[in-house]
């Protein structure tokens, strides 16, 4: 076997947290120990690294880490690494504490982090965590299923209510720029109607027509998911609702709930193992890769690939959702008989 490339790597979380990076932490550091490499956490990612923050990792301090939500290494967003000067004190921190292997876990950002950093000669690997499941060459992020389990969880509720009442529920879910999350959660709870940003929509066709034809089928409530990057956000759907129509309208914003909890089993178990490659990657001298799940199976990929990919909206969730929700509607499911419409 090929002597092992790495003798102590670096493990950060970076960008917005998500449930499962905890486990990632606890894959990367037991996988590491496993194969005789020592494991140093660096805390509030690319910040950290610029100023040695950091925190030795073993069996001890990673031990019960998969169940919990956040991350113990804590996150943030480093505008100082954007510098060269930020990036040359993080590599004068690699080399102070020995540091021969980085892994990263986080979104675009981190892998393009990592990049740079190995532009400067050290070893990386990145790992895609993100609720917002928008990593490219991934069809998963660590953090998603969570995501979408807590939001409808509260989406459930909210409908306990909204039926009560005889209301309209606009929810507002988290994804600046990616519509997976409404899309998915938008599928489980049977939304009368989903916007996401990477579609046009029009209100009367998309919004308006879906809750008149629901009407006109008995349904008294009535559940429109939106992203949050649909401009306006759910407050301005919510007006186009309310001035085309007479529904008690309300608007719930679910906001970072939804980064939060204990991770679910898909969750512990995509981040476990994918904690184990990146490290199995660092050991066998690789660089400058991502780890992604295709087609059910873990690989690797090139980072300069991986960033220069698109994450295209799931079009097979996209036209089941358009049946579901009746937009794109055969012209005979509507029952014709009641007038209150
Ligand atoms: O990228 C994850 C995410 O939760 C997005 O869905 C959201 O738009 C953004 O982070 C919020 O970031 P912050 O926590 O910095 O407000």
Do not use: W
């Not at 994804?175 to 999350?181: K, V």
């Not at 780890?291 to 690939?305: A, F, H, K, R, S």
Request: hydrophobic share 40%; with cysteine.
């Amino acid at each position: 076997m090929e002597e092992k490339k790495v003798r102590r790597i670096g493990v950060f979380t970076s960008g917005g947290d998500a449930p499962g990076m905890n486990a990632a932490i606890r894959a990367v550091t037991r996988t590491a120990l496993h194969m005789g490499i020592e494991c140093i956490g660096i805390r509030r990612g690319y910040h950290g690294l610029i100023n040695c923050d950091v925190v030795p990792l073993d069996l001890g301090s990673v031990s019960g880490l998969s169940r919990q939500g956040g991350t113990m290494l804590y996150s943030a967003r480093s505008k100082e690494f954007m510098t060269p000067e930020g990036r040359e004190k993080a590599l004068n921190t690699c080399k102070l504490l020995g540091i021969d292997g980085l892994v990263g876990i986080g979104g675009d950002g981190t892998f393009r982090g990592l990049l740079e950093l190995s532009k400067l000669g050290i070893s990386v690997v990145g790992i895609p965590g993100t609720i917002d499941n928008d990593i490219s060459c991934s069809s998963y992020t660590i953090g998603f299923d969570t995501a979408c389990n807590t939001a409808l969880d509260s989406i459930d509720k909210l409908r306990d209510t909204m039926q009560s009442h005889e209301r309209c529920s606009v929810v507002e879910v988290m994804g600046r720029h990616a519509g997976h999350l409404a899309l998915y959660v938008g599928v489980a709870c049977g939304a009368t109607a989903v916007i996401v940003p990477e579609r046009p929509f029009d209100a009367e066709q998309d919004i308006l027509e879906p809750i008149r034809r629901a009407r006109l089928n008995g349904r008294t409530h009535f559940m429109v998911i939106v992203a949050e990057g649909v401009e306006g956000g759910a407050y301005a759907v919510a007006d186009q609702i309310r001035a085309a129509t007479a529904l008690d309208t309300r608007v719930t914003v679910l906001g970072h709930v939804q980064r939060g909890g204990s991770p679910s089993s898909r969750d512990r178990v995509t981040a476990t193992y994918m904690g184990y490659e990146a490290v199995k990657l660092l050991a066998e001298g690789e660089s400058g890769r991502v780890i992604c799940l295709q087609n059910d199976q873990y690989v690797d990929m090139d980072i300069n690939e991986a960033l220069s990919m698109k994450k295209e909206l799931d079009m097979q969730t996209y036209t089941v959702m358009r049946i579901m929700t009746g937009v794109d509607h055969a012209p005979d499911t509507v029952r014709p008989s009641r007038s209150d419409a």
